[in-house]
């Protein structure tokens, strides 16, 4: 169980490393780019990560955080609480609020016919603020998974 564990960990770890990566910096960099390049700039960077080695280990942590409470569960009846947590948290705050928050940004700027400031202004707010949220569940989730080996899982 624990090389599960550590597998779940290590894709997490990469998944919210890139949301960090994204939070810390990324965006800020985006924002010293004129509105307009700052919009195009962004909309390759969403082109080209839905072809990426990004989107695969983001899609194994997900699997991963959903399968190793089952998986660690039926395999000795006892359900550790802390990997349950993780796995949800993971799950809902990492990929649930990709998919309903950041993707749908996403859309909306490769969408979006201006490329002036405001358009700008209003999509890296709301987006960047739904990537903090989804990098603190990330981390969370992390913590908990890495607790749990503390205890024994």
Known sequence: MKG?????????GLAVG??????TFVMAALDRLGPGEAVRA????NATILGSP?????LVSVILAVALPLVDGLSDG???????GSGVVYLIGTFG??????VPLNDALARATSLDAETWRAYA??????????TLAGIVS???GAWSLREGG
């Open 4 to 12: 599960l564990t550590v597998a779940a960990l290590l894709t997490q």
């Open 18 to 23: 890139t949301f960090f990566a994204f939070s």
């Open 42 to 45: 962004m909309r390759s960077i």
């Open 54 to 58: 990004f989107m695969a280990v983001f």
């Open 78 to 84: 006892r359900w550790n609480p802390l990997l349950i």
């Open 97 to 102: 609020m990709t998919l309903l928050r950041n």
């Open 125 to 134: 707010s709301a987006w960047t603020f739904w990537n903090h949220v989804r």
């Open 142 to 144: 992390i913590a908990g």
